[in-house]
């Protein structure tokens, strides 16, 4: 039997409207189960970046461990340790110096450098009475940007901003991929070009090598590690006093040098 055209609309029409009316229980039930399996899965997503975090927190905590387990206060008898031709603020003839051997990545070098360096620069390296060398001593098993910023900071030297460089890396420590360190160099006014040449080039990694390798014959197995003594009259070397592992409070420094300044009054 055939259905006339009349008919055969409305009956289509219906038809398509009971499909929609049935499917929709179905799709009311999935968007819920939708909702929670995206909910779950951002749950994940957050735990693994808590998990990846948390790992690298143990990760330096286990490298600030193994770095003072160093003697703290009392280095090895007859210990010298030699500044080089390295970067230093202060009156180059101090009666004391003061090596850093650090790292740009590790959060304790941060540390000291916002806690305790602006004091130890205000009390006693602005007022002739240390001399503070600064030593490249990167991590590079834990720290996978610690080399090439050591390297951008040598690279800024040569343009006479090693320190504006120094501090800038430090202020921005989370921003240290090799290609974020142009913008640090645009930033505090280099050439751009001579910069990247300097950096593409490697020229300073033998450098830091070496402060790495004089580091670990010190003793240094991790940073900070600073060493407080009284530089030979060549200027080359420096006989230790002491040795101050991990980002001390100013305190300590403070009494080291006092300390220091006492004995050499004797």
């Given at each position: 039997?055939?259905?006339?055209?009349?008919?055969?609309?409305?009956?289509?029409?219906?038809?398509?409207?009971?499909?929609?009316?049935?499917s929709t229980p179905l799709r009311a039930q999935q968007d819920p189960?939708?909702?929670?399996?995206?909910?779950?899965?951002?749950?994940?997503?957050?735990?693994?970046?808590?998990?990846?975090?948390?790992?690298?927190?143990?990760?330096?905590?286990?490298?600030?461990?193994?770095?003072?387990?160093?003697?703290?206060?009392?280095?090895?008898?007859?210990?010298?340790?030699?500044?080089?031709?390295?970067?230093?603020?202060?009156?180059?003839?101090a009666k004391l110096t003061l090596i850093e051997f650090s790292d740009y990545?590790?959060?304790?070098?941060?540390?000291?450098?916002?806690?305790?360096?602006?004091?130890?620069?205000?009390?006693y390296i602005n007022t002739g009475k240390v001399k503070y060398v600064f030593r490249d001593f990167p991590i590079e098993s834990i720290h996978r940007d610690a080399f090439k910023a050591a390297e951008a900071a040598n690279c800024a030297g040569e343009q006479g901003k090693y320190w504006q460089m120094h501090?800038?890396?430090?202020?921005?420590?989370?921003?240290?991929?090799?290609?974020?360190?142009?913008?640090?160099?645009?930033a505090i006014g280099l050439s751009l070009s001579a910069f990247q040449q300097c950096l593409d080039s490697g020229k300073h990694a033998a450098e830091i090598r070496k402060d790495m390798e004089h580091g670990q014959r010190a003793g240094v197995n991790g940073t900070p590690t600073f060493f407080l003594g009284v530089q030979d009259s060549d200027g080359e070397n420096v006989k230790v006093l002491r040795?101050?592992?991990?980002?001390?409070?100013?305190?300590?420094?403070?009494?080291?040098?006092?300390s220091a300044l006492s004995q050499m009054k004797k």
């Open positions: 039997m055939r259905l006339g055209r009349n008919f055969a609309k409305p009956l289509l029409l219906s038809f398509l409207v009971l499909t929609v009316l049935l189960i939708r909702q929670e399996l995206k909910a779950l899965q951002k749950q994940m997503d957050e735990l693994r970046e808590t998990q990846k975090a948390m790992q690298k927190e143990l990760q330096e905590i286990k490298a600030f461990l193994q770095g003072s387990a160093a003697p703290s206060s009392l280095p090895p008898a007859n210990l010298t340790v030699s500044v080089d031709d390295n970067p230093f603020k202060g009156d180059k003839s990545q590790c959060p304790f070098c941060v540390r000291h450098f916002r806690e305790t360096l602006p004091q130890l620069e205000r009390e501090d800038r890396l430090f202020q921005n420590q989370n921003q240290l991929g090799v290609e974020e360190l142009p913008k640090h160099a645009q040795a101050i592992v991990g980002a001390q409070p100013y305190v300590q420094f403070k009494e080291a040098i006092e």
